[in-house]
Structures are given as C-alpha cells and as structure tokens.
C-alpha cells in the first residue's frame, strides 16, 4: 500500500515489451513532477519528462523491452511551482528506481512503487552519465542579480531545465524554452554564498497542458561560483581598510613611477606580436573570492611599492625580472576616474587595489555601478596633486600595506620609451618569479580584511 509520498510505476506486457505508466499518489504540496528515464547504458540518455500531478496517470514514453540485460533508471524530482507567470520551482522530494523488465507472459501486470523523500542534501541530477562540455557563463547585474547564458545560438527551440543550488537545502528548477542560453534569475542571491547551476538541453517532442515529453540531447558539467559584494559590502570592506590604515600611523609621499615586473618573454612577445601594444586582459582570482572584478573586468596591474628608505621601487620582483617604469604623472591624469576594489591579505602584507578607468568607457560603467568611487585628487590611498608647475602623485605608506593599481586601458609600450615617460630595468627575482595563474585567494582567516 503506497503512502502520501509515493509514485507508482505500473506496468503490462504486451508482445515482448512493457508499456508503462506513472500514478501520482500526493502530496498535495507537490503539483508537478521532472523525470528522467533512461536505459541503463552510460551511452544513451533517455527522455525527460514534465507533468501536472492534477492528472493521476501518464503514460511513459518507452517501449522496455523484456529480457536479459535490460535495466532502466528512473529519476523523479517532486516540484512546487512558486509563480504563475514563469517556470519556476522549488524542489522539494526526490525519488530513484533501477528496474528490470524481465521476460514474462502477456497480460501480467507489474507495479514498482518509488519512495519520494524530503530533500536535504540533494546532488545535481544525471552524475553517472556522460557530462558535456558546454560553457555556462555567469554575469552579474547590481544589486546582485546573476545571469546564465552560453552563446551557442541553435536552429530550433531548445528545451533547458535549469538546476540551481543556491545551499545546501535550496534547490531551484527552472524550465526555458529558446534557441539559445540566457537567463537571469528572477530574485537577488545573498553575498557570499557558493552556488552551483546545471543544464539539460533538449529537444521538445510532445507539449500540452499537462505534460511536456523532451530527449536528454546536452547533459552539463556543473558549474560553481560564489556571489560577489554589492555596494554596501564594498562601503564596509572600505571602512575596514580606512581603521587598518589608521594603525599603522600611514603618511603620503611623492612618487615618481608605476611598475610592473613580468618575464622578458611577456615583454618581448608585446614588442614583436602586437606592436608594443600592451593590452589589458581578465583580472585573476587574487584576492578577496568575493571582488566583482574577478574574471570580470580587463585591466593591467601596476605597483606603487617603494622602499622607505631611498623612495625607490622594491629591488626584487616576485613576478619576472625584467620591470617597466611608466612615470606616475603620464599614467595617473586628471580626466581619469578612481574607484576602490579590494582589501585582502596574504597573511603578511595588506593590499589594497584601485582601479583607473577613461570615464565613459564600459570599464568606468562597470565599475560605476558596482564599486566605490573614490575622488582622484583626494582619497587615503593614491591622489593626483596639481599645481602650476606640474602634477605630483602621491601614495599612502605605511608598515605592511601595499597599493595596487589596476590600469584599464591599452598602452603603447614603443611611445611611452620614445616619449621618454618610462623605461625598462631588469631585476633580481624572489620567490617563484612569476604569478599563479588564477592568483592566490585572500587568507580567509584575517580578522582585519575579511567581512
């Protein structure tokens, strides 16, 4: 006897295969039912299905054939529909089966019941199978809306059941329908959290009021990501930064260059590939998790890090041995805009970044809507002085703090020697002499940097 959380698998042979159907036994919190059913061979994925629990049969679309060998699988998810006016739901109960269908005479019945349980800690769907490869890109909207698409554009209508973790016990499903990826989901996510999205694309074969019967045709890896800080967090991080700066008794000074260390084969590949063209690229993972600009926002980073004593430039170089001075004052100019990005630490040093922008340009309006702007001729971390004389740059010092300058814009290597405003100095190397490649997370254990 089934109970209230119960679906029923009932079947009948006829002629060497089995027709199949489902009977939905409650709970009434459940009012739609997505089911995955397959052979079980890695190799063939299956159907899906999406149907009403209004209506108590459906019938599966499978022959299953009888005999040796012939095992299926049966995944359902139990759904509550959350808005009239998009394909939206929470999940609430999730329920598996693997059956055979084994030889036997015409006419007998066969009825598998399968238990629907709660969910807790539920996994995304289709793990044992094969996962393709389909890029699935997240971007953000303030305050914290986030997008999914990929830019594959295809012929027909695709269907895409869109899975979505946003905790370890909240479970979205959304169903889009469209040519291509691109959807935003209808609701702001928290700061900080690490979640995960799935895909399953298919092609629809049977649509009706009731019951929606498509092929399994793209089976997505799953992609994660952790939201990123909205205005206030930023405003919060920026106040902790102003305390840690007040410790350490910091002061300004003048400063007469910006640099950057990378290897001889960056440099030479600038100066022979693209014409002394040094182009901004994806921003890494350095940093706080949490920063809006990682992978997000090009730039080119620049450091202002002198020593006390002589007002110079660090000797060594953590990231290559060849270093390019470019002078402070052609780089940092009036018309530009200055906004504050991160506070993070590596256990040692604090750093601190900032980002240049050409006002107007689509990095000025990234950062615009999503950072702290700061005033360029007066902030507490790298300020353009004028006079009629000529600008001064000035950068806060203090012990174990560093400003990073992150630059948006493409520079000409080639004008900037012939302009004599900058020139390369090869130096000694620490360390690994060269960055990480998706940079090194902030110590997520410092009580001063961290939220």
Not at 116 to 139: G, W, Y
Request: net charge positive; charged share 25%.
């Amino acid at each position: 006897m089934a109970n209230s959380h119960d679906i029923i698998l009932h079947g009948k042979i006829d002629n060497g295969n089995r027709k199949m159907k489902i009977r939905v036994i409650g709970p009434q919190e459940i009012n739609c039912l997505l089911l995955f059913l397959r052979p079980y061979m890695p190799s063939i994925l299956g159907a899906t299905m999406t149907v009403k629990t209004t209506v108590k049969e459906h019938e599966l679309p499978m022959d299953f054939v009888s005999g040796s060998g012939n095992y299926y699988c049966f995944d359902i998810y139990g759904l509550k529909k959350e808005t009239e006016m998009e394909e939206h739901y929470t999940l609430l109960a999730y329920g598996c089966t693997r059956f055979f269908v084994a030889k036997m005479k015409n006419g007998k019945d066969l009825d598998i019941p399968i238990r629907l349980n709660e969910v807790k800690s539920l996994q995304f769907p289709l793990k044992n199978i094969k996962e393709a490869i389909f890029p699935i890109q997240v971007d953000h909207r303030p305050v914290s809306r986030y997008t999914f698409y990929n830019k594959t554009k295809f012929t027909f209508d695709k269907i895409w059941i869109i899975f979505f973790k946003q905790s370890r016990d909240q479970f979205h499903v959304f169903i889009h329908v469209g040519q291509k990826l691109d959807f935003t989901l209808p609701f702001d996510l928290p700061v900080a959290t690490v979640c995960g999205v799935k895909i399953i694309v298919g092609c629809i074969l049977f649509d009706s009021k009731t019951i929606r019967l498509s092929t399994i045709e793209i089976n997505t890896k799953t992609t994660n990501f952790k939201t990123c800080f909205t205005k206030a967090e930023y405003e919060t991080l920026y106040n902790k930064t102003i305390e840690f700066i007040k410790t350490r008794k910091s002061h300004f000074r003048s400063i007469e260059y910006f640099y950057r260390n990378k290897s001889e084969k960056y440099f030479a590949s600038i100066t022979e590939d693209h014409n002394g063209i040094m182009k901004p690229y994806k921003k890494d993972h350095n940093g706080d998790p949490c920063s809006i600009i990682n992978g997000r926002l090009d730039g080119l980073f620049f450091s202002t890090a002198v020593d006390f004593q002589k007002n110079q430039p660090f000797k060594y170089s953590p990231f290559g041995q060849l270093r390019l001075h470019i002078t402070a004052r052609f780089l940092f100019i009036p018309n530009l805009n200055l906004y504050f990005a991160d506070f993070y630490c590596h256990y040692k040093v604090h750093c601190v970044t900032v980002i240049l922008t050409r006002k107007e340009y689509f990095a000025d309006n990234f950062c615009k809507a999503r950072l702290k702007k700061l005033d360029i001729h007066n902030n507490p971390f790298v300020c353009l002085k004028t006079s009629k004389k000529s600008n001064i740059i000035q950068m806060c010092q203090g012990n174990g703090l560093r400003i990073e300058v992150l630059n948006t814009e493409a520079l000409n290597i080639h004008e900037i020697i012939r302009k004599r405003q900058g020139h390369f100095k090869r130096v000694p190397i620490m360390g690994r002499g060269e960055s990480r490649p998706n940079g090194i997370p902030k110590n997520e254990n410092c009580k001063i940097c961290n939220l």
